[in-house]
């Protein structure tokens, strides 16, 4: 028994151990690659999957973007059309003031005294007139002072032409008595 020997079936069991070992290698790398492969074709498709849920939103975003767009042209539409009532409402306002301004005007002018030309701006009104005497002036800003609807009257220019008359420009402001009344006559 002193003569047997072991080597070639060591050197076997050596090969064959090499050959499962190498087989295992091939085999762990295989599965580590089709690991990676799996990994990276569902990384993939989860972001296939996000790039179409972000082209979805975007073009979600576009048809808001495109609503907003309209609602601010309909806003815009909106201010352009309640401004336009505002002044419509004025003018509905104001259109018996100049009935109530020259009312005025014949009612507060003193005998001896006529106006030559009136003008108004907003409520600013510039008299031009003649008067028989320095006194009748006075009192026509005394008149317009007590008036319901003139007031604040400041004489401007005031010169004698001749002996018995004088011009003069008066400026007066017209009071709106409608908007403290609330619109009521």
Not at 130 to 143: H, P
Request: net charge positive; charged share 25%.
């Amino acid at each position: 028994m002193a003569h047997i020997n072991l080597l070639p079936w060591r050197e076997n069991l050596r090969k064959k151990r090499q050959k499962d070992f190498g087989m295992s290698v091939l085999l762990a790398l295989i599965l580590t690659g089709a690991a990676c492969g799996g990994v990276h074709f569902f990384v993939e498709d989860m972001i296939s999957y996000q790039e179409e849920r972000n082209s979805y939103l975007g073009g979600e975003i576009a048809i808001v973007d495109k609503k907003i767009k309209e609602i601010k042209d309909l806003e815009k539409q909106k201010a352009q059309l309640i401004a336009r009532m505002n002044v419509i409402q004025s003018l509905q306002g104001s259109r018996p003031q100049i009935v109530h301004l020259f009312d005025e005007l014949v009612s507060t002018i003193p005998d001896g005294t006529y106006l030559t030309k009136v003008k108004q701006v907003s409520d600013q009104v510039t008299m031009d007139g003649v008067a028989e005497s320095n006194a009748r002036v006075s009192s026509y800003m005394r008149n317009i002072d007590l008036s319901e609807w003139l007031g604040n009257p400041s004489l401007q220019v005031i010169t004698s032409t001749d002996k018995a008359k004088g011009t003069f420009t008066l400026i007066s402001k017209q009071i709106n008595r409608n908007s403290s009344e609330g619109g009521q006559q």
